[in-house]
């Protein structure tokens, strides 16, 4: 489109690129591998005058989210970025942020958690926080990253909710890929300036914010009756729930303006008549269309849908895509230890007592980095074919390119 220049760039790139698009005006940012250069970049077009924005460098991650969390409260449209362990120091405000129903959205470029160290690509960083009430957005490739922010602005700016938008570090943040990036104009018609603040703030009114509330509702000074805890938390969980479909809807406005979707909630390849179908979030998703074209070319007719929201959960979506398969194979790159992969856990759920639903088997892969190809995935499709076969209606976690021995 003659609006829309193509060009070569990173994950991380993409992701500041959108922010700029977005007309943020405050940036929160600590540096951490293997988002730094998101925040790096945003800078220098602060410090050129490209982007007009506030950019407040800060002594933490915890620290970062709070002066989000205080822009944000006041009307700003704010971001910032991070990853793994930057993410854990942030915790606490991770969950004001979506307590107080601010509409922040964030980066996580994925990375493994310490300890041991590591600086490379696993999901173990956001499923750590899958409970504290953000929408999350996983993103396959660096289109759909830039395209994932602008459309995120727009559905926690809709809701009241902050959203992460997640993507794999290094395999995504620092590869180059092609990216049609659209004029700030075209921007501007799909992303309006950011509607008024949820809270009140106004020297003339002054009023507590983010007050302690007790359990139940009480009036309050006017004799207004104030909802308690567990409403707030309810109507939080409403909000998350209107987002299946509000982000359908999104994707639907972006492609009317941009010429492109991602499918909403879920996304597909060869699904259509698939027995066997490949599950996971992020760039792994990609990994296995490749998967499964080998796993087709052998006669298996093995598909892949893949996770674009996994907050909230698109419960309904998976089962309209899975009833009527043979079964589903999971891939996790994380792990809910003592348990299983996170997403497997989810999904078994969700068919639990459905008419007709596919068994749900787990693997896990790619922890720390660990390479994971698209043959060692199909090998795992292959070795649950084989135990269905055989009788099995349970089978254990499947650990890929695992070496214990030694």
């Not at 992460?164 to 799909?190: E, I, K, N, Q």
């Not at 599950?279 to 849908?305: D, F, H, I, W």
Request: with cysteine; proline share 5%.
């Amino acid at each position: 489109m003659a609006d829309q220049q193509m060009t070569v760039m990173t994950g991380n790139e993409a992701a500041a690129t959108a922010a700029k698009l977005a007309r943020v005006q405050v940036i929160a940012a600590y540096p951490i591998t293997p988002q730094t250069s998101v925040v790096e970049t945003l800078a220098a077009w602060v410090e050129s005058g490209e982007l007009p924005a506030e950019f407040v460098t800060v002594e933490s991650e915890h620290s970062a989210l709070s002066v989000c969390i205080a822009a944000s409260t006041v009307g700003a449209r704010v971001f910032t970025a991070t990853s793994a362990n930057g993410l854990a120091y942030m915790n606490e405000q991770v969950w004001w942020a979506a307590g107080a129903r601010l509409p922040i959205v964030m980066g996580l470029a994925n990375r493994a958690m310490a300890a041991p160290w590591n600086v490379l690509n696993d999901q173990q960083d956001s499923m750590s926080v899958r409970d504290a009430g953000w929408v999350q957005l996983y993103c396959r490739d660096n289109q759909e990253i830039l395209d994932t922010f602008l459309q995120a602005f727009r559905i926690a700016e809709r809701i009241n909710v902050p959203v992460m938008v997640c993507y794999d570090g290094f395999l995504l943040s620092h590869t180059v890929m092609p990216v049609s990036v659209p004029d700030a104009a075209m921007a501007d018609a799909f992303l309006p300036p950011r509607p008024a603040p949820l809270t009140v703030v106004d020297p003339d009114d002054p009023r507590n914010i983010g007050a302690v509330t007790l359990a139940d509702p009480r009036a309050d000074a006017e004799g207004t009756s104030c909802h308690g805890y567990m409403e707030i938390r309810a109507l939080h969980h409403q909000a998350l729930l209107s987002a299946l479909d509000v982000i359908p809807q999104v994707d639907e406005e972006f492609a009317a303006v941009f010429g492109r979707a991602w499918g909403g909630l879920t996304w597909e390849y060869l699904l259509d008549d698939a027995d066997v179908v490949l599950v996971a979030a992020g760039s792994l998703g990609t990994q296995l269309t490749v998967a499964a074209e080998a796993l087709r070319a052998e006669g298996m007719k093995a598909g892949v849908l893949g996770i674009r929201s996994y907050r909230p959960f698109p419960v309904e979506a998976l089962r309209a895509k899975l009833v009527g398969r043979k079964g589903a194979l999971v891939f996790d790159k994380a792990l809910s230890y003592g348990y299983e992969g996170p997403i497997c856990s989810d999904l078994r759920a969700a068919m639990c007592g459905v008419n007709d639903a596919p068994l749900v088997f787990g693997a896990v892969c790619g922890l720390g980095g660990r390479d994971v190809s698209p043959e060692q995935l199909a090998d795992a499709a292959r070795r649950a074919v084989a135990d269905v076969h055989a009788g099995a209606s349970e089978r254990p976690t499947d650990w890929i390119n695992l070496h214990l021995e030694g």
